[in-house]
């Protein structure tokens, strides 16, 4: 018993829960008296009703329900009444052992299924500086007359004394230690996140003007320690000084108490000599009795590269010879740049703050700014619009303006003047029509000829089928005589009609008509097809796209505009396709078949006598590949460097305008493609025209 009482109070002292060892020391102590069952329990002095006994640790764990909590508020009672609650109440009223024998109230107690009865208990008091702190109960003591027969009786309830007083303290010390242990890891957490963070710390003791810069801040400015000395008029020292009056109006501010906190930019100067530009925030921590400042702290961030940054963007901007402006949702405007040429109408501070609905501009250019706006900002596209002002002194000027969301609630709307692009579109328009009547004059004699060939054999089969008409006329006349009569007997065919009906069978030689007749119309449906043919080639030629990009087949194109070149290829060249299979390209049809047009026409000038010409068609990733590949006399370098000159040309003066290719090569550069060309002198030329399958650059049509 006495080794296990040692061991307790050095686990004590190594500071193991305080619990555990009072349920080793009333385990110990039961089998030391070898009694069933027992409690320990600590007294706590109330003034109002008494010391209250509660239970810590029972053996059963029942008792610990039972005897919960036991007050001394009747003590006069307790000393009259028998049981287990009553002798709890006499111990802690007089501080003294209390052994009883034979309790007339078992029941009071009960020690749990499978216990004895309860005939006898010990209640010992456990004290400290002559202070009673708490109780032992031993129930059924085996064969020992009273306590005081137990030699080790004190050591325990000398330790019990120890654990109690341990007990009484652990909870304040627990909470000293978790708020300790609280505070360390704040102190390390602030600590490792002032080491990350990019900001420089202060704090400036205002009465005493002395700032105390953190190592953060001298970093920042290239100073080591001990280099800055830690007064305000150090900082003075080193603000810049066209910043430093604006600076002192903001921390004046904040101490008379009409800002909550300062926040400003300024510059100071580095170790090197260098300005850097700062930002600092801060407020005031602690004011005296009479509500003046005393403690300022606050944070500086080195802002240099943004302010460069925004320099650069800055002079980036002010060279967008385009209006650029900031608006809000509710259509306020926050940022304004006008670079135009063009007079100002407002100055600046007239326009940041106020609506754009305030502006004095029309009220449909404000109605479908406002809606694009708002467009823009819920579904965060981008919008592209055009629209037209009439200006007082340059009359009607055209504009297009691109929206981007560029907040939550805001977005950037980029305007320009594009009433010179549009003229220039304008011309380029007559350029492309002009070259498509010369296409169409270079083309129209094989035109015409291609349309005679059909005309002049459908005109012969009609001329034959007239006479052939003719021929049968009086051998019908006599079938209608027949079949007009009113009789039986005038319808019934004589020996003489049945002569006459044969001969002029032989005679008209109706056989031969009966074979020739079905070829003769099946001819000249074929040739009314070839001039029908011809005839929409040639409107689809000469017809004005629509405003919408279409979605074509380039095999089908290149088929209508072979036919409307043939009689250019016929005679000097043989047409070879190599059709693949092609995706379908979205494309304004007409500007391509132009572009074909002038691709094969030109192939076929290049060749001299006879020759081939080849047409490839592949899909390639995301584009269409459309090969010209003609056995021509091809190009020199000096031809191909200046090809695709406006008006330059190789043909004889007369045959052609130099602007097929140029036109050309604008065309599928507006449909977001290109045009490469491979040539030899004597070893012919291809053209490769690349188109994209999804149209997605393409820009309003021009012809």
């Known amino acids: 018993m006495l080794h296990v009482l040692v061991e307790i109070q050095s686990e004590l002292i190594r500071g193991v829960a305080v619990r555990n060892l009072l349920d080793r020391l009333l385990g110990a102590f039961l089998e030391y008296t070898q009694s069933p069952c027992g409690f320990v329990g600590e007294v706590h002095p109330t003034p109002e009703a008494g010391p209250r006994f509660q239970v810590l640790t029972s053996s059963p764990p029942d008792w610990m329900e039972t005897l919960h909590e036991v007050s001394l508020d009747e003590p006069s009672r307790a000393q009259t009444t028998t049981g287990l609650r009553p002798l709890l109440a006499t111990a802690l009223a007089t ?76 909870p304040a010390q627990r909470v000293q230690e978790e708020t300790d242990r609280a505070r360390q890891l704040l102190l390390e957490q602030l600590k490792q996140a002032l080491t990350s963070v990019e900001d420089a710390l202060w704090d400036w003791r205002v009465p005493t003007q002395e700032i105390y810069f953190s190592r953060r801040f001298l970093e920042m400015l290239g100073y080591d320690d001990g280099e800055l000395a830690p007064t305000l008029s150090t900082w003075r020292s080193i603000c810049h000084p066209e910043d430093l009056a604006a600076a002192e109006q903001h921390i004046v501010a904040h101490l008379k108490g009409l800002v909550p906190t300062f926040e400003f930019t300024y510059r100071t100067r580095r170790k090197s000599g260098e300005w850097a530009w700062v930002l600092t925030r801060a407020r005031v921590v602690a004011r005296d009795e009479q509500g003046r400042a005393v403690r300022v702290m606050g944070t500086d961030v080195d802002i240099t590269a943004r302010k460069e940054s925004e320099a650069r963007l800055s002079a980036l901007i002010r060279t967008i010879p385009d209006i650029l402006f900031r608006i809000r949702v509710d259509g306020t405007l926050i940022d304004w740049h006008d670079g135009t040429p063009a007079p100002k109408s407002l100055p600046l501070e007239e326009i940041l703050g106020r609506k754009l609905s305030e502006l004095p501009l029309p009220p449909s250019f404000i109605e479908l700014t406002l809606s694009n706006v708002h467009r823009v900002i819920r579904e965060g596209n981008l919008a592209v619009y055009e629209y037209e002002l009439e200006r007082m002194e340059q009359g009607v000027q055209r504009y297009e303006a691109r929206v981007v969301r560029s907040g939550p609630d805001e977005a950037v709307c980029i305007v320009r003047n594009i009433t010179e692009r549009k003229l220039v579109e304008e011309r380029q328009t007559q350029l492309v029509r002009a070259e498509k ?113 279409q979605i074509v087949d380039l095999n089908t194109e290149l088929e209508s505009t072979l036919r409307m070149v043939w009689n250019e290829l016929k005679y000097k060249c043989e047409v070879k396709r190599d059709f693949g299979e092609l995706p379908s390209v979205t494309c304004y049809p007409t500007q391509i078949n132009q572009v074909f047009t002038n691709l094969l026409v030109n192939a076929a000038q290049a060749i001299e006598t006879r020759g081939v010409i080849r047409i490839r068609t592949s899909p390639r990733q995301h584009e269409v590949v459309v090969e010209i590949s003609d056995t021509g006399k091809g190009m020199s370098r000096e031809t191909l460097a200046r090809l695709f000159t406006p008006f330059f040309t190789t043909k004889p003066r007369g045959q052609g305008t130099g602007l097929g290719l140029s036109i050309s090569r604008d065309i599928v550069t507006r449909h977001g493609g290109r045009i490469d060309v491979q040539s030899e002198p004597g070893r012919g030329t291809t053209f490769t025209v690349y188109l994209p399958f999804d149209g997605l650059s393409l820009t309003t049509p021009t012809g």
Do not use: C
């Open 95 to 170: 501080g003294q052992p209390v052994s009883w024998n034979r309790l007339e109230s078992p029941d009071d107690a009960p020690l749990g299924p499978g216990t004895p009865p309860l005939d006898s208990l010990w209640l010992l008091p456990i004290q400290s500086a002559d202070e009673l702190i708490g109780l032992m109960g031993i129930a059924n003591p085996l064969g020992l007359p009273d306590a005081n027969s137990l030699p080790l009786l004190p050591s325990a309830l000398q330790t019990g004394a120890l654990l109690l007083m341990a007990w009484r303290h652990e």
């Open 437 to 549: 009547l010369a296409s169409l004059g270079q083309l129209a004699a094989g035109i015409a000829h291609e349309i005679n060939n059909p005309v002049g054999y459908v005109t012969s089969n009609l001329q034959t089928l007239d006479r052939q008409l003719s021929e049968l006329r009086p051998l019908l006349e006599l079938q209608r005589e027949l079949l007009a009569g009113e009789s039986a007997e005038e319808r019934v065919l004589s020996a003489e009609l049945l002569a006459r009906l044969r001969a002029l069978w032989k005679q008209v030689d109706v056989e031969n008509l009966i074979t020739e007749m079905p070829e003769i119309i099946q001819e000249s449906l074929t040739g009314a097809r070839r001039i029908k043919e011809i005839v929409q080639s040639l409107r689809s030629f000469s017809r004005e796209d629509e405003g919408t990009p």
